[in-house]
């Protein structure tokens, strides 16, 4: 079997699926669209993180309204609502408040937070190793970020499309809370 994988934003996936332009897609939407089934794959927690030395930096007194405003935010791309969310929650604080920094590619997103170059939404399952060896550290410990997700397909598809999607739903239910 080939794949055509497609990134982009959770919120904005289930476009692609009603365009026709994928035979499935992960998602934020729970409804299912005519002639498709959604499943629940789980819930992605992300964890407002940062690198020691930007902690001491931005916020030597914790993560508040005033350092917020001024510290440097990474965010995947112009899609990506984690943090602009999480700072308008929180603090108050709209897109046009804090300076921001985009790097559309999850490693160098990753690498970017571990270098210092700003604080960033980061999923648990990809930085428990991170905060454990002291690479870095949660902001905002009481406060995660818990997003939703659901596995879409056609209700029609090939034998190998329907094995896919079962191991996918099986192996993403093994990793989200």
Request: hydrophobic content about 40%; overall charge negative; charged content about 20%.
């Amino acid at each position: 079997m080939l794949l055509d994988l497609t990134v982009d934003d959770q919120n904005h996936t289930y476009a692609l699926l009603e365009a026709g332009l994928a035979l499935g897609c992960i998602s934020t939407e729970r409804l299912p669209m005519r002639g498709c089934v959604t499943e629940t794959l789980g819930v992605m927690r992300y964890r407002c993180m940062a690198s020691h030395d930007f902690r001491q930096r931005w916020f030597p007194q914790g993560m508040n309204r005033s350092s917020a405003r001024l510290a440097p935010v990474l965010t995947f791309d112009r899609k990506d609502r984690l943090q602009a969310d999480f700072l308008l929650q929180h603090f108050g604080l709209t897109t046009d408040a804090y300076p921001c920094h985009y790097i559309p590619a999850s490693e160098a997103y990753m690498q970017a937070v571990r270098l210092g170059l700003g604080w960033g939404m980061v999923p648990e399952v990809q930085m428990e190793h991170l905060q454990e060896s002291g690479t870095l550290v949660d902001l905002a410990p009481e406060q995660p970020t818990d997003v939703e997700l659901f596995w879409h397909r056609w209700k029609v598809q090939s034998p190998r499309l329907e094995l896919m999607s079962a191991t996918l739903v099986q192996t993403a239910r093994q990793v989200l809370l």
